[in-house]
């Protein structure tokens, strides 16, 4: 057993990081499709048009949501998502290609899910929607806070992640 190469390590924090952010995010997510299924009892996405219309707040901590997910700057997804492009073209511009066709299908599906959730004519299946409330808007948040926060100061977890790899380095 050797030490472990500085691949390796950095493969090790970025791993984390962008478990980090999808942690977060994916909370994030399934709190707010949470509060649109305790309101009306679906899930399918045809009932649900002009959101923003009835749902202002929601619609904004929404709009959040899937720039989260598109990994704007700023966010915790974005650090993550940028240093696998990195780590993907350093080792493969094909696979670097690939990659980057992924990130921008998805926030382009992000953005078409939104449009038609959050704008267009109000459902005539769904009446009435109340905006969501204080303990809704105080859960999601520190969550929104967050992803914004690891964004901006992404080494309050890589600093941590880092220490412990060193610590098991001699060991790999």
Known sequence: MGAANNESLIAVKLVTTVMRGRCWFS?????AVTLLYERHHTRLVKYYR??????????????????ANASIPLSCNFIGEFISL????????????LASLGM???????????NRICFGFPS?????????NRREFYTLFPLVFL????????FIIIDVV?????????YA
Request: hydrophobic residues 55%; glycine residues 6%; aromatic residues 20%.
């Open 86 to 97: 990195l780590a993907a073209f350093e080792y493969s511009f094909i696979i670097g290609l």
């Open 124 to 132: 005539r299946y769904l009446y009435f929607s109340r905006d969501i």
């Open 50 to 67: 002009g959101m923003a219309i009835t749902m202002p707040l929601y619609g904004i901590l929404m709009l959040t949501l899937v720039l």
């Open 147 to 154: 992803i914004f926060l690891l964004g901006v100061f992404p």
């Open 162 to 170: 880092q220490s412990s790899v060193i610590r098991v380095e001699p």
């Open 104 to 114: 921008v299908l998805s926030a382009g599906y992000s953005i078409y899910l939104y």
């Open 27 to 31: 909370k994030f997510c399934f709190i």
